[in-house]
């Protein structure tokens, strides 16, 4: 993860000359001096808390919020968009969840995004109303009406600022009752009226970075387009006269941006994305309060993974193959007391303990890599249902036990690889993950 600049513990408290805007703008314009600050946010994912799967990780809305609400100077606090992970009912809640923390760390204005898009207008229009506004200058509903704001007029230092937003169009599967218009024409229509209502034009967009270079190219009156990082930040930049910037990171970074007009028409800007590690954390109750709203949602429910739709990969949909079914670890010892107590004095077999410990022993989007054969009709359930899947068990390596209930498991017993282990132990939940040395920590050979 490439970070836009290395910053020290005393993180983002406005080192240097602060200059107040608000005394120098006129009418809402950039003069000479004019300084606008944005703190900016993408492609954060459901990701409420960090899930700590390696130690102290980072990242999460209480850190996000601690970051903020330590701030002192004046800011915008804007989103380029993909706040949850999919469309299905956990994780929509986890989308809920995530905006009513943003609501309380006041943020100013969200773009739609692809995975905003996925929702549809019903369940879009729903999350709309938690309390942080959505804008997009090319999102619409069937009638061709604005899926939400087109566009926002907020005062910052004394600046008139409009935000608005925009999503490629063609490119991302659109959940019912939205559209899509061309973002070039939804911003040439838009940019005349925003222009006479503020001095500085702020877009945020789920766009490519080629996209956004030609609009910053084409549109001068744009003064930053903030966009969609994917898979990396890209550092503050400037082409032609506006600026560009992104963030990425799965909701461990924030993008804490500063405008600086030199004169009304030479802008400048830097910025550092900073890591929200447990500087930040722990923070606010009221943050902490969305996330047990989440946990409490979630509770003693069971969900329907195989309900198909959008952003459905985070749930490998493991399918049962000619009648064969998990059985659980159980089954195995018998016949192989080894192999059992190795796995029995081992992490994998006690993977819900952690969950659970954590608070997170409901949720989807964790009991996944924490069981065996979530999300399938034959694997977990719930601890109370299914308590033999509750667990990474033999089957999660070996794959499903029943045809080996009766031993003659050569041939049939699936090998386990390197391969096996990334399904779970990911470059997010395990980036130092090295096979040669965990698989020596967890080997099972028998010494004959
Ligand atoms: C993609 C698979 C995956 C998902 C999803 C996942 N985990 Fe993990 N988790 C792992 C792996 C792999 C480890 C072991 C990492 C290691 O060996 O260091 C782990 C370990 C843990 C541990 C034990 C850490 C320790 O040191 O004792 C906790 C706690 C945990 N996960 C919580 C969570 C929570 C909470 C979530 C959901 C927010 C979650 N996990 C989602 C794969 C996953
Ligand atoms: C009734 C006894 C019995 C049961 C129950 C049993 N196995 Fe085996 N398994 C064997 C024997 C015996 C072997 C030695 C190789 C052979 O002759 O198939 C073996 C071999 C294996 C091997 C090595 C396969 C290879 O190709 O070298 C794996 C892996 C394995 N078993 C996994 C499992 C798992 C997982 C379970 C539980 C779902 C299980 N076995 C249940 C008897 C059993
Ligand atoms: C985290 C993945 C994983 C889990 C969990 C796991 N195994 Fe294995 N197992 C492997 C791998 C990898 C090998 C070595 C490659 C192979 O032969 O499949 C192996 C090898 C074996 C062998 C052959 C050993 C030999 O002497 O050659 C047996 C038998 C076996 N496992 C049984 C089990 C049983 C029973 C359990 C549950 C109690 C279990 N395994 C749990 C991954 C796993
Ligand atoms: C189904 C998901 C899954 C798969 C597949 C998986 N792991 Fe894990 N692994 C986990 C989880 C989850 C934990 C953490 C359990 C906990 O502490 O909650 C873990 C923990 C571990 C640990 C720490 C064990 C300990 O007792 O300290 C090692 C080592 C490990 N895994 C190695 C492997 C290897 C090697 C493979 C492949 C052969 C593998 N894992 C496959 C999910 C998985």
């Excluded at 973002?183 to 940019?191: G, K, V």
């Excluded at 722990?282 to 409490?296: F, M």
């Amino acid at each position: 993860m490439r970070r836009w600049g290395l910053i020290g513990v005393s993180a983002g408290i406005a080192a240097g000359i602060v200059v107040v805007g608000v005394l120098l703008a006129r009418g809402g314009r950039p003069v000479a001096g004019s300084r606008l600050r944005v703190l900016f946010t993408g492609e954060t994912m459901g990701e409420l808390e960090p899930c700590n799967c390696s130690g102290k990780m980072a990242g999460g809305l209480p850190a996000r919020g601690g970051y903020v609400a330590r701030q002192t100077r004046e800011f915008l606090l804007l989103d380029t968009g993909n706040v949850g992970n999919g469309a299905r009912d956990f994780e929509v809640l986890r989308a809920e969840a995530a905006l009513r923390g943003m609501k309380d760390m006041g943020y100013d204005a969200v773009n739609i995004g692809e995975h905003e898009l996925w929702l549809g207008r019903e369940k879009l229009s729903r999350l709309g109303r938690l309390g942080v506004p959505f804008v997009s200058a090319n999102v619409l509903d069937e009638t061709g009406l604005p899926a939400a704001k087109a566009y926002l007029l907020l005062k910052c230092s004394g600046l008139a600022v409009a935000v608005t937003g925009l999503v490629e169009s063609g490119r991302y599967e659109t959940g019912s009752g939205l559209r899509v218009s061309p973002p070039r024409e939804a911003i040439a229509r838009l940019i005349p009226q925003l222009r006479r209502k503020a001095g500085v034009i702020i877009v945020l967009a789920d766009l490519d970075v080629e996209s956004v270079r030609q609009l910053a190219r084409d549109f001068p009156e744009i003064t930053a387009i903030l966009f969609r990082g994917r898979g990396d930040s890209h550092a503050p930049e400037m082409v032609n006269r506006t600026a560009i910037a992104s963030v990425y990171g799965e909701a461990r970074y924030i993008a804490d941006l500063t405008l600086t007009w030199e004169t009304p028409q030479h802008l400048s800007a830097r910025g550092e994305a900073v890591l929200l590690d447990e500087r930040f954390a722990p923070s606010l109750k009221i943050i902490q309060a969305s996330i047990e709203w989440y946990k409490h949602a979630v509770h003693e429910r069971t969900f329907d993974l195989a309900q198909p739709g959008p952003g459905s990969e985070l749930i490998r949909f493991r399918q049962p193959e000619n009648g064969n079914r998990y059985v659980g670890s159980e089954t195995c010892k018998k016949c192989h007391p080894y192999q059992y107590e190795r796995w029995k004095a081992q992490r994998h077999s006690r993977a819900m303990d952690s969950l659970r410990k954590a608070g997170y022993d409901w949720s989807p989007e964790c009991v996944v890599c924490h069981t065996v054969g979530y999300a399938t009709p034959d694997g977990y359930r719930t601890m109370k249902e299914t308590p033999q899947f509750g667990c990474v068990g033999c089957e999660d390596c070996h794959g499903r036990g029943l045809i080996l209930r009766n031993g003659g498991c050569k041939g049939l017993a699936r090998k386990g690889s390197e391969q096996t282990c990334r399904q779970c132990h990911t470059m997010s939940k395990n980036a130092a993950f090295d096979f040669q040395k965990q698989w020596a920590i967890i080997q099972h050979k028998e010494k004959k």
